[in-house]
């Protein structure tokens, strides 16, 4: 069974913090690893993907891999109240097609 | 910047009823997929679709499912015979080309099943 777990939170940071949130998987053969933000009642809208070890930065998001704890994160800098949302995080198997998705971690971002 | 688009964004329907949810791709994208997401749950794969047929499909994705393109721009997801437990938020998501391509996904179709 393929399990993508991270914290419910909710997480509380500032406005201006870094924010952190935490991604663990069980599949070793997982390829792909995605973040995504969900509005309440919206769709997943993709913040960032990540393919290989180490961090990759996109503005005030880096996310981290690593392959060998099977663990992603996602870093948010600057944090913003309109950054308050749910954070999925997603892998892609190797051999397969489909996003399997964690429960998502509620940020609240305070002004 | 192209996007997926859904119809209808909100569909009641009596339990047994037949159901059909659609969507359309963004224009060059090859895979098709179907999520769901129950109220309060996870985001879950429901079937991917890739030259016309059935690429991968998940354990909810029983024979009262089925999917179709219907025409070059369409792909829709057909429900038989509704059941309360079918009520939930369906995402449809399209990709690239590869199979690590990045999915974009699609403002949803909220199903009321009464």
């Known amino acids: 069974q393929k399990e993508v777990e991270q914290n419910s939170g909710p997480l509380s940071v500032p406005e201006g913090a870094i924010a952190s949130l935490n991604c663990t998987y069980s599949?070793?053969?997982?390829?792909?690893f995605f973040w995504y933000r969900q509005y309440s009642g919206k769709s997943p809208e993709l913040i960032m993907s990540?393919?290989?070890?180490g961090d990759k930065e996109d503005g005030r998001f880096t996310a981290q891999l690593n392959k060998a704890s099977q663990y992603v994160s996602l870093l948010i800098r600057d944090s913003q109240p309109s950054d308050s949302a749910t954070y999925l995080c997603?892998?892609?198997?190797?051999?397969?097609?489909?996003?399997?998705f964690g429960k998502g971690t509620t940020l609240s971002v305070s002004s | 910047e192209p996007e997926v688009t859904q119809t209808p964004s909100h569909q009641v329907t009596q339990m047994g009823q037949e159901v059909i949810l659609r969507c359309v791709p963004i224009?060059?994208?090859?895979?098709f997929y179907w999520y769901r997401q129950i109220l309060g749950q996870k985001v879950e794969f429901l079937v991917s679709?890739?030259?016309?047929?059935?690429?991968?499909k998940s354990e909810i994705f029983d024979d009262q499912f089925s999917v179709e393109r219907p025409d070059g721009s369409n792909f829709t997801l057909k429900i038989r015979s509704t059941k309360l437990e079918d009520s939930a938020m369906y995402f449809c998501?399209?990709?690239?080309?590869?199979?690590?391509?990045?999915?974009?996904f699609g403002p949803g179709t909220r199903l009321t099943v009464l």
């Open positions: 998501a399209s990709s690239l080309a590869t199979r690590t391509d990045t999915q974009y």
């Open positions: 599949d070793r053969v997982s390829q792909s």
């Open positions: 990540i393919y290989s070890n």
């Open positions: 997603a892998v892609k198997h190797q051999a397969g097609t489909a996003l399997i």
């Open positions: 224009s060059n994208h090859l895979y």
């Open positions: 679709f890739y030259n016309n047929e059935i690429s991968e």
